[in-house]
């Protein structure tokens, strides 16, 4: 039972083009919704959340959209940069209690920008 | 300030044997989380320790066990390892258990044979 999916495994993007990937969840309870990007031989590191109060959140070149109707989120980066590629997870988690809940992660998008 | 560091960095067993993965949390860290990444799929849950208390557990068997200790390193403990337990095992570090403000270290690669 996946909660969380990225239907591309992989997006190739020209240098200084808009990069899109989706996420879409299954658990109407997630109200909090995070990327991570994910170098080879590294641990995934924190790139931009959102809390599903809000319908956007911008953070310099990374922009992420939610659209709760449609349990659907997507990560905008523009310009695309060739350090940009990685392996990009979506990932959502919900407040249980006074503390949230454990975070479940998407099986990830591979990004290739091209130069 | 250190990061979130990981050892071993690779790591063989035989099917059957016990396996012991350390992490050692970013400075002022008191929660880590582990979490099994298997080829081409996102990090899952393991567990959470939290003041060294388990504090949360994904759908993992008895045989994955942990321990957190006074200055918050960490062990993760497999026993009886299958073959399926071969993945990247992640440790993440935070303060506090509002686990999505975590730090990753780079993982161990174990390989089960």
């Known amino acids: 039972d996946q909660q969380v999916k990225q239907n591309s495994p992989s997006l190739s993007v020209q240098e200084g083009r808009i990069s899109i990937l989706n996420c879409d969840y299954t658990?109407?309870?997630?109200?909090?919704f995070l990327w991570y990007k994910k170098y080879p031989a590294e641990g995934p590191t924190f790139l931009i959340s959102?809390?599903?109060?809000?319908d956007k959140n911008e953070d310099g070149r990374f922009t992420v959209f939610l659209n709760k109707s449609a349990k659907h989120l997507s990560l905008h980066i523009v310009p695309s940069q060739p350090g940009d590629s990685a392996v990009y997870f979506c990932?959502?988690?919900?407040?249980?209690?006074?503390?949230?809940?454990?975070?479940?992660f998407g099986p990830g998008t591979s990004l290739s920008v091209i130069p | 300030e250190t990061g979130v560091t990981q050892s071993p960095t690779h790591l063989i067993k035989t099917r059957g044997q016990q396996v012991t993965l350390r992490c050692s949390s970013q400075?002022?860290?008191?929660?880590v989380s582990w979490y099994q990444q298997a080829l081409g799929q996102g990090p899952q849950f393991i567990f959470q320790y939290y003041r060294e208390e388990e504090n949360g557990r994904g759908n993992f068997p008895p045989r994955f066990s942990g321990l957190q200790f006074p200055n918050y390193s960490s062990e993760l403990n497999v026993n009886a390892l299958e073959l399926d337990d071969s993945a990247l095992y992640l440790c993440?570090?935070?303060?506090?258990?509002?686990?999505?403000?975590?730090?990753f270290g780079p993982g161990t690669r174990l390989t089960v044979t």
């Open positions: 993440a570090s935070s303060y506090g258990t509002a686990s999505y403000e975590q730090y």
């Open positions: 400075s002022g860290h008191n929660t």
């Open positions: 959102i809390s599903s109060i809000k």
């Open positions: 658990n109407s309870m997630f109200d909090y």
């Open positions: 990932a959502a988690s919900y407040l249980r209690g006074t503390s949230y809940d454990k975070v479940i």
